[in-house]
């Protein structure tokens, strides 16, 4: 297992490519699943969750090839069933199961774990499969379900913390091959719902509205092959924008989608970082003291929970007191306990985080748990005096593309390391 050497203090400068957004890629795999046509994706980032779908899509029968950050799927031939083991290890592959309903009318994929950051469940995915028409049991750790006629109708997607994301584009995947008209209500706004509708729509789908909470689906009798450019990643944008003001450096983000990226922006100038648009760049720069500010985590256009250990990293550098609360995951707070090993002094008061910013952060050994936790130990240990070491980086590999040679670019001083 590796695990990142840090040694802090150094401000970053210079250039960062943003890679495509693997939230939005993941689900585009499965979507693949809907036409035994070939796929063709660009801008698909090398990540460990990449190459996992790629292995939960061969599991079903399809075949995957990567060349440079292309990948070409081809579902010819799929089976409903796939690899326990592989599908129950990662959450995203729950949006296997719309495209094998809406395809073969049928399906048996393993129950999604929960993970660190919550239960997870996955009640809105079925309850709008189910009102499609689906038969869903769950038996043996296995979600089982068929679907003789699949009609169109009106899906309310609404949970108690908002839409769901995943649950959105896996009905959205299913209704393309439904008879009849589908409105989901209460969809998700995320660009990367956003993304997936583009290339359902570019496979012969009928979807309007993606992006807004009202997304209307005409089904349509079989969907054909088709060629995409995912999105840039909204979340490995905000990352690099947060490690630059952490580290009072100045970044400029290419390829990365200021729209996309509305909330961090306003709370990052708030705070009294700078932010300019170059063209099609962004150039993110510290100039000063930073200011303390509050942050609640919403469904998008909301401040993205995705980015909540980050924005907490660089308000532990901030003099004065912020409140970061989080409104989208019961349990993500995992980062908390290892950045006070850093020297940052946080209290939660249930939903929220009372940091108490300001006193430098000196470098520790810390224990990544999560993705975007793992994210906020390594801004943490950029800013701090000394050595830092960030272990069980696997959780990083998940989501940031070759971070450590990213940062490097940057002037960092960081190694990749295998841990004794
Ligand atoms: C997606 O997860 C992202 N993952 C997550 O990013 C992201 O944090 C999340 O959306 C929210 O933005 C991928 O796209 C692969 P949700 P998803 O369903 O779709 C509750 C990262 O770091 N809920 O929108 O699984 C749920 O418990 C990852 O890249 C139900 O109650 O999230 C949560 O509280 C982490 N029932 C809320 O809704 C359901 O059926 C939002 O979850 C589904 C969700």
Do not use: W
Not at 23 to 52: K, Q, R, Y
Not at 206 to 225: E, K
Not at 273 to 294: F, H, N
Not at 343 to 355: F, R, T, Y
């Amino acid at each position: 297992m590796d695990s990142l050497l840090i040694k802090g203090g150094v401000p970053l400068h210079g250039e960062v490519n943003i890679s495509g957004a693997k939230n939005a890629v993941l689900p585009i795999m499965a979507a693949s699943l809907l036409t035994s046509e070939t796929c063709i994706i660009h801008g698909v980032p090398d990540l460990s969750d990449v190459s996992f779908m790629g292995e939960i899509l061969r599991s079903l029968g399809a075949e995957v090839a990567r060349d440079g950050d292309t990948l070409t799927l081809a579902a010819t031939k799929v089976r409903g069933v796939g690899d326990y083991d592989l599908i129950r290890k990662m959450r995203g592959s729950i949006c296997i199961l719309g495209p094998l309903l809406g395809r073969l009318r049928k399906a048996r994929v393993s129950l999604p774990g929960g993970c660190v950051i919550g239960p997870r469940p996955i009640d809105l995915h079925l309850k709008g499969l189910k009102e499609l028409g689906a038969k869903i049991t769950i038996e043996e750790g296995y979600i089982r379900a068929s679907a003789p006629k699949f009609c169109g109708t009106d899906v309310f997607l609404g949970g108690r913390s908002g839409p769901t994301v995943l649950g959105t584009s896996n009905v959205m995947m299913a209704a393309v091959l439904a008879e009849g008209v589908t409105v989901i209500q209460s969809a998700a706004c995320e660009p990367e719902v956003v993304d997936v509708a583009a290339f359902l729509n570019a496979m012969g789908a009928r979807i309007n509205g993606a992006g807004s909470p009202t997304i209307t689906i005409t089904g349509v009798g079989q969907l054909h092959g088709a060629e995409h450019r995912v999105i840039p990643d909204r979340i490995e944008a905000a990352t690099y924008a947060i490690a630059a003001a952490a580290t009072r450096g100045e970044v400029t983000l290419q390829g990365a989608r200021p729209e996309h990226l509305h909330a961090v922006l306003d709370k990052l100038r708030e705070a009294g970082v700078k932010v300019e648009r170059r063209g099609t760049a962004l150039t993110v720069r510290r100039a000063g003291r930073l200011r303390p500010v509050d942050v609640t985590t919403l469904p998008y256009a909301g401040f993205p929970t995705d980015v909540q250990a980050q924005m907490m990293a660089l308000m532990t550098l901030t003099p004065g007191i912020s409140i970061i609360t989080e409104r989208i995951f019961e349990s993500r707070f995992m980062h908390v306990s290892e950045l006070a090993r850093l020297g940052a002094e946080i209290a939660i008061e249930g939903p929220s985080a009372i940091v108490k910013g300001g006193r430098p952060l000196s470098g520790a050994p810390v224990m990544a748990s999560d993705l975007r936790a793992s994210a906020a130990l390594v801004i943490g240990g950029l800013a701090a005096r000394g050595l830092t070491q960030v272990k069980r980086i696997y959780h990083l590999d998940r989501g940031y593309e070759r971070l450590d040679d990213k940062l490097r670019n940057l002037g960092a001083r960081v190694e990749r390391v295998e841990e004794t």
